[in-house]
């Protein structure tokens, strides 16, 4: 099979209230451990790519790693740009063979998010492209732009209508209270989502596949496993899972995942070199990484995102 568009994922998504886990990819071995797990539990997948892993391992690596893994594995997987700031990158991913871009015009005015959102759509339908578009702001880091919560905003539900009849996108990413990164909620306060928000979302866009982005649930073992090992990573705290699997039972259809693989792959990486401090074959360390990431997405895919045994 090729690699395919989300079309088809979402819908069947939608009706079975599960919901596809897009997950970050920057090299060889993140991919192998998120497809090995896709294989073994039979589920659709995304893979995304941002600006940033594109300037790590270039476009046409990433390109060809993700064809290898369709090749190995035989799974229905869509290639899709993470958080595209601007035309020429998703044109750049349209014309260099991904299936989906997100045109993220969420820091535009509406307006001006709808003119930018429109001018991807535009394009990448007349390539067989589809395309994710943003309202309302996260909190969080990507890439080398921290949004502080003061920018943040959640979506307008009054505002997606319009917006999604004038682009004509074909999934609609929501900011309900998730944010980028390993830092979701203050500690000792109760992590919370405007379900409300999505609730009305979902009753204004029957039918339509919403997105989640910030979606991380901050594993505590690998968080752990890091501070035991010299890390330094306090405070940290993600979207606990119920929520997640409440939201993929409503409109969510897909969810993004990127911290939790960081996290599985550098408590992996670390322990093994604290535990083997004369190794320094990078095959070596970087397997207990890949098994992390593979164990991490069979309990995703299984436990939280409910896409097993729907291909
Ligand atoms: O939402 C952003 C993703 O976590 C990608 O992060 O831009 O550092 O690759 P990155
Ligand atoms: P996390 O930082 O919660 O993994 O979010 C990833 C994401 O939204 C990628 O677009
Ligand atoms: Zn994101």
Partial sequence: MPIVTSTEMFKKAYEGGYAIGAFNVNNMEIIQGITEAAAQTRSPLILQVSAGARKYA?????????????????LPICLHLDHGENFEICKSCIDGGFTSVMIDGSKHPFEENVALTKQVVDYAHAHGVVVEGELGRLEGVEDDVVVSAA??????????????????????????GTSHGAYKFKPGTKPQLRFDILKEVEKRLPGFPIVLHGASSVIPEFVDTINAYGGRLNDAIGVPEDMLREAARMAVCKINIDSDLRLAL?????????ENPANFDPRQYL????????????????AVLGSNDRI
């Fill in 58 to 74: 270039k476009h046409v690596y990433l390109m060809k790693l993700v064809e290898a893994a369709e090749a190995d594995t035989g």
């Fill in 151 to 176: 920018d943040s905003s959640y979506t307008d539900p009054a505002q997606v209508e319009e917006f999604v009849s004038r682009t004509g996108v074909d999934s609609l990413a929501i900011a309900i």
């Fill in 266 to 274: 550098t408590a992996g990486v670390r322990k093994h070199l604290a």
């Fill in 287 to 302: 397997i207990p990484g890949r098994d992390n990431i593979r164990d991490l997405v069979r309990h995703k895919i299984t």
